[in-house]
């Protein structure tokens, strides 16, 4: 049986947005990033990310407004190698009058009936039934609280999923 997927977000749960400097998690370092001319984004991460999740039972997918700029900027800060990304394309922030966030039919459709877990700070109840109703496959949308990033607690969680898959 191949692995479950790992969708990951990186503002919220790699990069904790929504600290402030004087607040920002203990391990994060800063980095400045320009993905637009002119626009300098201070971004917060924890070189440990990257072992952890490793470490986990997955296979590891970007699921980012970041897309492939998440390699160059964030996986070799975390230690990640390069990943696979969902391409949002022309769905990158649209919205939707079902209340269905933009990226949660694009993860689905790449998941491919696989199961997933996918990490983020933006799901809501209406993502979770609309998995539910057109996924073929266990799946497991987990909040990351954006001020404060992944924990123990979540990795916890991650690995609790998987092994379930198992049983």
Known sequence: ???PLLF??????LNPWAAQPHGRPEGYTSIVVALQPGRALPVYLNPGHGEALLALDYDLCWATTWMDAANRW???VVGLPELPYVDFGADLFALRPDGV???TEAIVAYAAGRPFAWVDDEQSPA???YVARTHPNA???HHVDPRIGLR???FATLTDFATA???
Do not use: C, N, Q, Y
Request: proline share 7%; aromatic share 4%.
């Open 1 to 3: 049986m191949r692995r």
């Open 8 to 13: 990951l977000d990186v503002d919220g749960p």
């Open 139 to 141: 799946a497991l949308l």
């Open 165 to 167: 898959l198992k049983t």
């Open 152 to 154: 123990e607690k979540d």
């Open 127 to 129: 993502d979770e039934e």
């Open 101 to 103: 966030h933009w990226k």
């Open 74 to 76: 964030i996986a070799p």
